[in-house]
């Protein structure tokens, strides 16, 4: 098998594909945003509960998608509590260039441990076409943030 | 000058009589010889595009090497010359088809260009609020979203034909909804996801026996077995040039003559018209009423020479290959554990989707394209068959002329590695 693809489909990746964490829709979410990549046909949508503070009390989501979205999307929600607003938008930053360039740039201090966990992702840059999949979550995630409700990859 | 046009003494071999050779077939398409991530090219997405043959690309390479100026419009030699040529483009594209006459052909970018011009056309002059067009469950996106937008116009009514389980077009069902409303039957003449080859005959007997015209979407079809379309009595009958393996952007329409002769123009332009005044302006016939603008005048010779080819092998020997092909495989893949097939109808072309238990389409695709196997992973633009069944994509493989068994096997092989790492 190709090396390409075992660093793909990494053991955590296949795991969070098939056991999703907090893949559910929580009553108190008080932001939410559809994410819809239409060249595949996946969907996905984001819970968020914000307090007064702009800090994440609670992220989920549901939908279907391939495991390499599906994985980010359980990922993203497991590191999303706890942050704030501003802080969730370096995080979606610093993971998008990990996607997409060789260069990560300066590893903002409080998220190199979220960033380190979700290296494991990076392996899309060698597969173009499944960029989207493993951002979509978080372009939604994003869209949540700034009060959208609908969000696309296009 | 005595100029000699290379192209026009090619003669495309007939070999018809010779057995079915698919190692020679393979040989006529340059791209077969090529290797992905370092394994040999099995290319079985057919569905989207077929690879071209060395008669298509030297046409078309010869034309605008040797023989290249616009059409109909130049007195000089060279666009008369070509011009001559398009025209018998299209009598080739009419005489393949069996149309009652080249003016039947009316030239268009792909199949999707051919429905949205019945319905912008057509569609807008004769259609009003209430009256029903009739789709089936099984349409791609293209014989979907064009009627949308004349409901959203002029207020038609979309009415949809189901499908049961393993995929067959429903007849019964279909002759229920045809009704006093209906004005146009707009279905499939075979499924890009499913397979199914749809019992047009008996949808357009069923259909004209109450006065309603028919389009068939033949996008699939006809690269499986051709059509004939004074046969099936179809009204409109549309398919794009490249998954015949012609080049891209060009497409066709063929229209009863008596029906493309009562629409209007689509588009407006050069080429369409008769005599313009600032005042008033007066359009030519079919089909060049319907081709504005310079028309795909290469992508034209390069259908014609595939054309040309595809018969010289045969359509009903390359029908026979493919479904040997699509028997194999059927059996092949159902041997694996946890993997699904969509659509085994009564009478199917040579498309195999299928579902791996608990993977994604897109993950089967990314796995085994690393193996060099090229399929359709997702919703092949037939969102509303997804639903149908359930899922929200599949994998794809579509069987052309020089697929091999062997291909098959090394699907499987690679549908192997897809179950080591899901485990």
Redesign the interface.
């Known amino acids: ?2 090396d ?2 075992r660093e ?2 990494q053991e955590v990746i ?1 795991d969070h594909g ?1 056991r999703p964490r907090n893949f559910r829709h929580p009553a108190d979410a008080n932001r939410e945003a559809h994410g819809n990549n239409p ?5 996905l949508v984001v819970f968020l509960k914000v307090d007064d503070k702009g800090v994440i009390q609670d992220a989920a989501f549901e939908g ?5 979205s ?1 994985a980010s999307a359980s990922m993203m929600t497991e590191m999303l509590k706890g942050k704030t607003a501003e802080q969730a938008h370096r995080l979606f930053d610093a993971f998008h260039r990990m996607c997409t360039t060789d260069s990560h740039g300066d590893v903002p201090a409080d998220l190199a441990d979220d960033l380190e966990k979700l290296q494991v992702l990076s392996g899309v840059r060698q ?1 173009p ?2 960029v989207k ?1 493993a951002t979509l979550a978080w372009h939604t995630m994003n869209a949540a943030m700034a009060g959208q409700v609908e969000t696309s990859t296009e | 000058m005595n100029m000699t046009v290379a192209t026009n003494l090619r003669q495309t071999a007939d070999r018809r009589n010779d057995p079915f050779d698919v190692e020679r077939i393979r040989a006529d398409f340059p791209i077969l010889g090529k290797e992905i991530y370092g394994k040999k090219l099995v290319y079985l997405d057919n569905g989207a595009s077929a690879q071209k043959p060395r008669a298509v690309i030297d046409a078309m390479r010869e034309v605008m090497e040797g023989e290249y100026a616009n059409i109909h419009r130049g007195v000089h030699y060279l666009s008369q010359r070509l011009t001559d040529r398009y025209e018998q483009a299209r009598a080739t594209i009419a005489k393949f088809m069996n149309a009652g006459s080249p003016d039947e052909v009316v030239i268009t970018r792909n199949a999707t260009e051919s429905i949205n011009l019945v319905a912008a056309s057509w569609g807008r002059k004769f259609l009003a609020a209430g009256d029903e067009i009739v789709v089936s469950e099984m349409e791609h996106h293209a014989n979907i979203v064009p009627w949308q937008m004349l409901r959203d116009e002029k207020g038609v009514v979309i009415k949809v034909v189901p499908i049961d389980d393993a995929g067959n077009f429903l007849l019964d069902a279909y002759e229920r909804l045809l009704g006093p409303k209906t004005r146009l039957v707009a279905v499939t003449h075979a499924s890009n996801v499913l397979g199914t080859i749809t019992p047009a005959k008996e949808i357009v007997r069923l259909a004209h026996a109450r006065g309603i015209p028919v389009l068939l979407d033949g996008s699939q079809a006809i690269v499986h077995g051709g059509v004939d379309v004074r046969d099936l009595d179809v009204d409109f009958y549309a398919f794009t040039g490249h998954k015949l393996y012609g080049p891209t952007a060009i497409g066709v329409l063929y229209g009863k003559a008596a029906l493309l002769a009562k629409m209007p123009p689509y588009q407006g332009g050069g080429d369409m018209i008769a005599d313009v005044t600032f005042e008033k302006t007066t359009y030519r016939e079919p089909p060049a009423r319907f081709e504005a603008g310079t028309p795909p005048i290469v992508e034209a010779i390069g259908l014609a020479a595939a054309i040309d080819y595809v018969q010289s092998i045969g359509m009903d020997r390359i029908a026979a290959h493919e479904q040997d092909l699509l028997r194999y495989a059927t059996a092949r893949l159902g041997e694996i554990e946890g993997l699904r097939i969509f659509g085994t109808a009564r009478e199917k072309c040579a498309i195999l989707s299928f579902a791996m238990e608990g993977v994604h389409a897109h993950d089967v695709g990314t796995i085994i394209d690393r193996a060099g196997v090229a399929v359709r992973a997702g919703h092949h633009c037939a969102q509303p068959l997804m639903e149908r069944l359930g899922v929200p994509a599949t994998a794809r493989a579509s069987f052309a002329m020089y697929n091999t068994r062997a291909e098959v096997d090394a699907l499987v092989a690679a549908l192997g590695t897809v179950q080591e790492i899901f485990g």
Do not use: E, N, P, V
């Open positions: 098998m190709a390409d693809l793909l489909y296949l098939k060249l595949c046909g996946d969907r279907r998608g391939c495991a390499i599906t597969f076409m499944r999949c």
